[in-house]
């Protein structure tokens, strides 16, 4: 690395650490360790939510929610596919009735919502493809135990929450 040794560093960037170096083709700027260190962390500390989603896998994610329209928490959300190595993966809706099941292999879901107190809301034949998140709301009513509501023959599945798009080339 060569100097120029006509160049001084401002104030400020002698006080933040920034250092401007002359070489055969332009200008490096160099930073210390510790500022370098502490945008690492701030990128791994980032919620997986913010995070891009895969293009190899799938999410689904809605608000549960009772026939008066207000939200559930606490509702178990399972989703099950031969497509999963565990067959069934569950979350739990949160605070605000919000729930995600990420990182889900391509394939048929069928997802199920179940609260103590109220009916078991199932939704087949849910087909995901990579790099989508598909919306599925559930409205639970109040019920007994036993009873299971299963919705088939329902709109077709859009991906509300990514923006892409998608070519299938035929030969």
């Given at each position: 690395?060569?100097?120029n040794p006509s160049w001084s560093p401002t104030p400020y960037q002698a006080q933040s650490g920034i250092e401007l170096n002359?070489?055969?083709?332009?200008?490096l700027v160099r930073m210390k360790r510790?500022?370098?260190l502490v945008a690492a962390m701030a990128m791994l500390c980032l919620p997986s939510g913010l995070r891009a989603q895969s293009a190899t896998t799938a999410a689904i994610a809605?608000?549960?929610k009772d026939t008066s329209g207000a939200v559930l928490p606490g509702v178990t959300v399972e989703a099950a596919s031969p497509a999963?190595?565990?067959?069934?993966?569950s979350v739990v809706s949160d605070a605000n009735g919000n729930y995600?099941?990420?990182?889900?292999?391509?394939?048929s879901y069928s997802v199920t919502f179940s609260l103590p107190g109220f009916s078991t809301f199932k939704r087949?034949?849910?087909d995901l493809t990579t790099g989508v998140t598909v919306n599925i709301n559930a409205d639970m009513k109040v019920g007994s135990l036993e009873e299971t509501i299963t919705v088939t023959g329902a709109t077709p599945v859009v991906d509300i929450q990514n923006?892409?798009?998608?070519?299938?080339l035929s030969q």
């Open positions: 690395m060569v100097r002359v070489l055969t083709g332009g200008v510790s500022a370098l809605g608000v549960v999963l190595i565990e067959k069934v993966r995600k099941l990420v990182d889900l292999r391509p394939g087949d034949g849910l923006v892409r798009t998608q070519t299938v």
